[in-house]
């Protein structure tokens, strides 16, 4: 009776230890990797919306950025309905499920909702589609697995930075929109800052005729489109396809990519051969803030959001937080007057971090120009969330992002 209880008791405990208690993370390029070695015991699902994986998506045409080959697809939204669309998905309960969407968000979500419905071998693939271009050095091994169906090529930061480094022909087109909303307007503002790039010709998006015109007139050169704020060019680049312009292509990311592709990969010296710089501050990635200046150099940590916000307890990708550790509280609504007799001490390295980037880019501008040494950090403290899930490499996770206490 004993050894039957024991037995049994060693059973259930293996049980429970076999059970997945939460989804397991991998790297796009080693689930690529992977893919190609065996899949026989593995799918891939594709949890983004319809027209993102058919590349017809007709709002925000700078979503069609392809789809893995052979991979099966249900939008995250229809297995949210309920236990039901799970059915799909049925065939593959036992086999390892990796799960992919854009960003890495939705695809976090859908891992849950399998975890819960007893599948067993659960991944969530980091960072998302997206990576196929932020990592296009990571995954060139692996370019023939990815098809899209767009008339325009889409390419990368790194091979932007190439084609300035070879001096190669090419123009660059910057479709900027009307101004609608108060996050085209901040977002204006922090454009109005950034760098620029070099050999770049803007138009606004209702400036078809204009866009077409000067397309024919560099027939010759490859034609590159960016977006100023976050669509427009995709759209533009669709159009003049149409138009019978050869050879016109789509910078995914647009300036936001590039400066993270720079600072990443600490080309900043070498950033001069294709940007244009408006001023004294420095534009920094959380990649680059980890390897280059954390405790290596004297630095000091402001966070602009508004108090109550610097203290709420925000919902993260997959832990909350409420701000960075060691940084301090000072409104960018306050200006520069209030900062200059908080912060005396121009010797330190500030970094100035906003919530999603925009917002109090026009205070860390003015105190650049005061001699202070300000690092904008590119996507505020939510792209800084972003990183510490997403990027395998990001080590400094906990030596910032501060868990928040339970709910």
Request: charged share 20%.
């Amino acid at each position: 009776m004993k050894k039957s209880f024991a037995f049994l008791l060693l059973y259930l405990l293996i049980q429970s230890a076999s059970a997945q208690q939460t989804y397991n993370e991998i790297t796009l390029p080693e689930l690529m990797k992977k893919y190609q070695q065996d899949k026989s015991n593995m799918v891939i699902v594709d949890v983004r919306s319809d027209g993102e994986y058919y590349d017809s998506a007709s709002r925000f045409r700078n979503g069609n950025i392809g789809r893995i080959k052979g991979v099966q697809h249900i939008d995250v939204s229809e297995l949210m309905k309920g236990p039901e669309n799970l059915k799909l998905l049925e065939q593959f309960k036992d086999k390892e499920v990796y799960l992919i969407c854009s960003h890495s968000y939705r695809s976090r979500s859908a891992s849950n909702i399998l975890l819960k419905n007893g599948f067993k071998n659960v991944n969530n693939v980091q960072g998302g589609m997206t990576e196929w271009y932020r990592r296009y050095e990571d995954l060139a091994p692996y370019r023939n697995a990815l098809e899209t169906s767009v008339k325009y090529t889409n390419i990368s930061a790194a091979q932007l930075f190439t084609l300035y480094q070879k001096n190669s022909p090419f123009q660059l087109i910057g479709i900027n929109i009307i101004p609608k909303t108060f996050y085209d307007s901040a977002s204006q503002r922090l454009l109005e800052i950034l760098p620029t790039f070099k050999r770049t010709t803007y138009f606004n998006a209702n400036d078809s005729a204009k866009v077409l015109e000067f397309a024919k007139k560099n027939s010759g050169k490859p034609v590159i489109l960016f977006s100023g704020y976050s669509y427009g060019a995709a759209e533009m680049a669709d159009w003049l396809v149409s138009q019978g312009i050869p050879n016109v292509q789509f910078l995914v990311g647009g300036i936001n990519y590039y400066l993270e592709y720079i600072a990443n990969k600490n080309l900043l010296a070498e950033a001069g051969s294709s940007l244009v710089t408006k001023g004294a501050m420095r534009f920094i990635s959380a990649g680059y803030f980890c390897d280059q200046m954390a405790n290596k150099y004297r630095t000091v940590i402001i966070d602009l959001r508004t108090d109550t916000l610097f203290n709420k307890i925000n919902d993260g990708i997959k832990s909350d937080y409420t701000h960075l550790n060691n940084a301090v509280s000072f409104p960018a609504s306050k200006g520069s007057a209030e900062f200059e007799k908080a912060f005396p001490d121009k010797a330190p390295q500030y970094i100035m971090v906003s919530r999603y980037g925009p917002e109090g880019i026009e205070l860390a501008n003015e105190l650049s120009g005061k001699g202070y040494h300000i690092n904008w950090l590119l996507g505020g403290i939510s792209r800084y969330d972003w990183y510490t899930i997403n990027v395998e490499t990001f080590h400094c996770s906990d030596l910032l992002l501060r868990p928040a206490t339970p709910k």
